[in-house]
């Protein structure tokens, strides 16, 4: 069986301005990259890993920063297995972020129901939002290569959200129906 294969990159940036190092920390995040080391990233290869980790190489490169990307398999599946173990964690930590601002959302809807905000403007401010959580999952579906613990329960809370909205705007349709 060929063995899983992983990009590790890492780097050194000055310490002043910090913005740089900021940047580097954010666009590896926004991959989902996971620290296993003080400015050592890994992901599972791929080709739109490799590329998407040329790209912040050369950024960090350009910013007067130095870095190493390499391709590695793990001698030892315990190692691989912690890795994966943190990738997971990171996402359920970012799911569980999720399922809370969807919480947030259900709160805002109740308080629009409680207070008869029955208006198009507020539907259309609702559907934006909701559009910001869709975006936000699908993102997050795309950095959950192992299918963390919390992937499936923050599917099941969008789902309610969409769920949710649908009846805030039916019932927005239903009161401004009866005004015609």
């Known amino acids: 069986m060929d063995k899983r294969k992983w990009i590790i990159m890492n780097y050194n940036l000055p310490t002043e301005p910090s913005r740089l190092r900021v940047s580097a920390w954010r666009n590896l995040k926004k991959l989902g990259a996971v620290s296993i080391q003080q400015s050592m990233w890994v992901l599972p290869y791929n080709d739109d890993n490799y590329s ?106 969008l789902e309610q959200v969409k769920k949710a909205f649908e009846s805030y705007s039916e019932m927005v349709y239903k009161f401004n129906d009866k005004e015609l």
């Open 52 to 157: 998407a980790l040329q790209a912040v190489s050369r950024e960090i490169e350009s910013n007067s920063g130095e870095v190493l990307l390499m391709q590695c398999e793990f001698f030892e599946s315990k190692h691989e297995q912690k890795v994966i173990t943190g990738f997971n964690s990171a996402r359920d930590e970012e799911y569980k972020e999720f399922i809370d601002k969807c919480e947030d959302y259900f709160k805002e809807l109740e308080k629009e129901i409680a207070i008869e905000k029955f208006t198009f403007a507020e539907v259309e401010e609702e559907e934006e939002e909701l559009n910001k959580l869709l975006s936000w999952y699908a993102k997050l579906e795309v950095r959950d290569v192992f299918h963390s613990s919390q992937r499936d329960p923050a599917k099941d809370k």
